[in-house]
């Protein structure tokens, strides 16, 4: 704000004009003047500020928006021990994500998402697509995690079985699967999935 404001009437007289009979009055006027117009600027100031500013939003959680927290991880043990039914996992990225986004808000355990694909031989391939009883067809993978896309990008033919999702999950979790025969990949989303020997469903590093 502009010093004037803070002035006293002989002061204002010296910077500007000879003090004359009117000169108090005028004085008092133009130091209410000047204040009046601090406040005005900081009220704008506060007005601009306040309609630039948003709220921070949590991200949903299951949206791609979880992505951040996908720590891409290339540890075969914890795909086998999950996914060992669809073949061997010869080379596997992979990550899982806290649908909770982390919150201590949650009661009780988090639901984990665990997403990626992992490379198998050619026979194990053959065997899950020409198995008898089991009906594909064509799928595009949906909502895989940007840190995931470049490796699962490239040309394919990606085909889905809801037989296949039904054998591998007994039920006891969510997940689907989608195979490429031409590069032997097999990728999968699950949550909270379930090892061979296990009933938990946590997904460690």
């Known amino acids: 704000m502009n010093d004037i404001a803070s002035e006293t009437p002989d002061e204002v007289g010296g910077r500007f004009h000879t003090l004359g009979r009117a000169d108090p009055l005028i004085a008092r006027g133009a130091r209410a003047g000047a204040a009046l117009k601090g406040v005005l600027v900081l009220?704008?100031?506060?007005?601009?500020?306040?309609?630039?500013?948003?709220?921070?939003?949590?991200?949903?959680?299951?949206?791609?928006?979880?992505?951040?927290?996908?720590?891409?991880?290339?540890?075969?043990?914890?795909?086998?021990?999950?996914?060992?039914?669809?073949?061997?996992?010869?080379?596997?990225?992979?990550?899982?994500?806290?649908?909770?986004?982390?919150?201590?808000?949650?009661?009780?355990?988090?639901?984990?998402?665990?997403?990626?694909?992992?490379?198998?031989?050619?026979?194990?391939?053959?065997?899950?697509?020409?198995?008898?009883?089991?009906?594909?067809?064509k799928a595009e993978p949906e909502d895989i995690p940007d840190a995931l896309g470049a490796s699962t990008s490239e040309k394919a033919e990606w085909l889905t079985s809801p037989e296949v999702n039904e054998e591998i999950t007994a039920g006891l979790y969510t997940a689907t699967f989608w195979f490429d025969r031409a590069s032997n990949k097999i990728l999968f989303d699950a949550v909270n999935p379930t090892g061979t020997e296990d009933e938990g469903a946590v997904v460690g590093g």
Request: glycine share 10%; proline share 6%; with cysteine.
């Open 43 to 137: 009220a704008a100031i506060v007005s601009v500020g306040s309609c630039g500013s948003v709220e921070p939003q949590e991200p949903t959680p299951g949206t791609d928006s979880a992505s951040a927290g996908c720590e891409v991880r290339d540890a075969t043990q914890q795909v086998a021990d999950r996914f060992s039914a669809l073949g061997e996992v010869v080379t596997t990225e992979w990550c899982a994500m806290d649908l909770a986004g982390g919150s201590s808000r949650v009661p009780g355990p988090s639901d984990i998402r665990m997403v990626g694909y992992f490379e198998t031989t050619a026979e194990d391939m053959k065997a899950v697509l020409d198995a008898p009883d089991r009906t594909f067809e």
